[in-house]
């Protein structure tokens, strides 16, 4: 019984599509807006938590950054000299070129591709759970993307203790690692961040809220 169950299990995430091809439809199909503005509360609310550095010219990258309004939004800071918005679906970041053609993005699947410099500020919005190991995504993040003294802010909605996001799996046929918030604080803190928070934000008397951590680099 043990050997079949786990054959239908290996044989449910076989088929499981890729989460930037899903993404990629919703884009041409306009759904990318919905979810910007979605998505607009939460990424305001992180984005007061997440120690943008408030003086000091910096740098930033939006990490699954979908039609790139996050990127946008950065630009419109006039300390910040510059931000990349990556993101894995041609189609998210084709719509992000056609309505910021001065911007910078670039399509790369995750974790393969690694920036030639590091940034001072990562965002990053619903994008850690697609992965199958978003410890060692952490990791390279800690070590290979952010400066010296660099934040770290990223949200998710689809988490254990969100009880309403377990079927998103299924209902999209896609791969999402669950892990609960205590999880992700250690995995954080496994990557090396210090001054680690974890906060729940734009939460309503029908959903938990945004899970944000954030994280500072020595
Ligand atoms: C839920 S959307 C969020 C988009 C954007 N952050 C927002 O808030 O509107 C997740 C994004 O992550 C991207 N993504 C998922 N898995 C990826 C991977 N392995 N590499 C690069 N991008 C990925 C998808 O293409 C998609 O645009």
Redesign the pocket.
């Known amino acids: 019984m043990d050997i079949f169950l786990e054959w239908v299990g290996s044989t449910v995430s076989m088929s499981r599509r ?3 091809e ?3 439809e ?2 041409e199909k306009g759904k ?1 807006k919905g ?2 503005n ?2 607009a509360a939460s ?1 305001h609310a992180m984005l007061e938590l997440g120690g943008i550095p408030r003086s000091d010219n910096y740098s930033a990258v ?6 790139g ?2 990127c946008r939004l950065l630009a419109q800071d006039e300390s910040c000299t510059r931000v990349l918005g ?4 041609e189609a ?1 970041i084709s719509k992000a070129r056609q309505i910021d053609s001065n911007g910078e993005y670039k399509v ?5 591709w690694m920036p030639s410099e590091k940034f001072d500020f990562i965002h ?4 850690l759970y ?2 199958h190991d978003p410890q060692s995504m952490l990791k390279q993040l800690h070590e290979n993307w952010l400066n010296s003294g660099g934040m770290l802010v990223a ?1 998710i909605d689809h988490y254990r203790e969100n009880d309403d996001s377990h079927d998103w799996p299924d209902a999209l046929n896609v791969h999402m690692t669950t892990l609960s918030i205590d999880e992700w604080k250690a995995a954080m803190i496994e990557a090396g961040f210090i001054d680690v928070e974890m906060h729940q934000v734009a939460a309503s008397e029908s959903f938990l809220g945004t899970l944000v951590m954030c994280g500072k680099k020595n």
């Open positions: 890729e989460a930037t899903v993404f990629s919703w884009a990318d979810m910007e979605g998505h990424v939006d990490i699954g950054c979908g039609n309004w996050v990556v993101d894995g679906s998210m790369t699947k995750l974790p393969e990053s919005m619903e994008f697609y992965l949200g």
